[in-house]
C-alpha cells in the first residue's frame, strides 16, 4: 500500500516535470544589426545619435562597430520609458537599415490609402519589422486610432497616435536615413 502511494506520488512528479519542461517560451524577436551587436568574440562599439521624439518615443540612429574586424553596422531604434507606480521600465525596438523603406512606404499607403475611408467591420492594417516593431492602424467607434508597438509580445510598449504623427514620424525616418551608413 505504502509503496503503491510512493509510485503513484513519483509519476505525478514526473508528468508535472514534463509538462513544465515542454512550456514554450516567448523568445524576443531581434534585428540583423542587434544579433551583429550581440556576437560573442567582439568588442562592439555602440554610438547614439538623436534624431528626435514623437510623442514619448525616442528616436535615435544606433552605430555598432566591432573594432577587432572595423565591421560597421547601423540602425534605427525606437525607446520609451514606461513609468508605473513602483518602477520606469524602458521598451525598445530596432529596426535595420533595409527595413526603414517599407515602414516609410507602408506610412504612406496608410495615409494615402487605407485612412481615407472608414471600414463598416473592425479592420487593421500594420508594419512588422523582423525585430518585432509595429506601426498601425485600426478601427474603432467609426474613426482609426494609430499606434506604434515597440515589442511584440508587451501590451505596455505602445505609444498610441494621432493620424497626423504619422507625416511626423515618416519626417523623423527621412532624417534618420541621412545619418545611417
Known amino acids: 500500500m505504502k509503496s503503491k502511494k510512493i509510485v503513484t506520488l513519483m509519476m505525478s512528479v514526473l508528468f508535472a516535470a514534463q509538462i513544465f519542461a515542454q512550456t514554450p517560451t516567448k523568445e524576443?524577436?531581434?534585428?540583423?544589426?542587434?544579433?551583429?551587436?550581440?556576437?560573442?568574440?567582439?568588442?562592439?562599439?555602440?554610438?547614439?545619435?538623436?534624431?528626435?521624439?514623437?510623442?514619448?518615443?525616442?528616436?535615435?540612429?544606433?552605430?555598432?562597430?566591432?573594432?577587432?574586424?572595423?565591421?560597421?553596422?547601423?540602425?534605427?531604434?525606437?525607446?520609451?520609458?514606461v513609468v508605473t507606480q513602483y518602477s520606469t521600465d524602458t521598451k525598445v525596438a530596432v529596426l535595420d537599415v533595409d527595413e526603414i523603406d517599407g515602414l516609410m512606404k507602408s506610412i504612406k499607403l496608410m495615409q494615402e490609402k487605407v485612412m481615407i475611408t472608414v471600414p463598416t467591420n473592425y479592420t487593421e492594417v500594420y508594419y512588422r519589422s523582423r525585430g518585432g516593431f509595429e506601426a498601425g492602424c485600426f478601427t474603432s467607434k467609426g474613426a482609426w486610432s494609430c499606434y506604434l508597438k515597440l515589442e511584440k509580445f508587451d501590451g505596455k510598449s505602445y505609444v498610441w497616435l494621432e493620424a497626423a504623427d504619422l507625416t511626423t514620424l515618416y519626417g523623423l525616418l527621412e532624417q534618420a536615413k541621412t545619418k545611417m551608413l
Open 28 to 81: 524576443k524577436e531581434i534585428s540583423n544589426a542587434e544579433a551583429f551587436s550581440a556576437k560573442a568574440g567582439t568588442l562592439m562599439q555602440k554610438e547614439f545619435v538623436e534624431v528626435g521624439s514623437l510623442k514619448k518615443a525616442k528616436v535615435q540612429v544606433l552605430y555598432y562597430t566591432d573594432l577587432i574586424s572595423s565591421v560597421k553596422k547601423s540602425a534605427l531604434k525606437f525607446e520609451v520609458d
